[in-house]
Nanobody
């Protein structure tokens, strides 16, 4: 049974940093792409970043380019999202999801296994 669990969320001041982790179990990340998504109150879930099975293809939403970095650790079977220069508009529940294939799709429909999410709040 594939399972994803996010961690690392919390309350941070504007300009601060957080590192989110997406720990996978029940399958190997070496065979799947992983995406990070977020959903703010009253808004639709949106893509933040995604990384393919070997890290050779990475995408970022325009709103986070230059501030967020996605990476993967095959030995730990974990994908990370380093978030720097955080803004209040980054406040949301962040989810990681497993792609249907090795491809890092930029749309939600490309993913079929989701974690429960972790709350990120950026506020002074």
């Amino acid at each position: 049974q594939p399972r994803l669990v996010e961690s690392g969320g919390g309350l941070v001041q504007p300009g601060g940093s957080l590192r989110l982790s997406c720990a996978a179990s029940g399958f190997s990340l070496e065979h799947y792409a992983i995406g990070w998504f977020r959903q703010a109150p009253g808004k639709e879930r949106e893509g933040v970043s995604c990384i393919n099975y070997n890290g050779g293809s990475i995408n970022y939403a325009d709103s986070v380019k230059g501030r967020f970095t996605i990476s993967r650790d095959s030995a730990a079977n974990t994908v990370y999202l380093q978030m720097n220069s955080l803004k209040p508009e980054d406040t949301a529940v962040y989810y990681c999801a497993r792609s249907r294939t090795t491809v890092a799709y930029t749309t939600l429909s490309g993913y079929n296994d989701w974690g429960p999410g972790t709350q990120v709040t950026v506020s002074s």
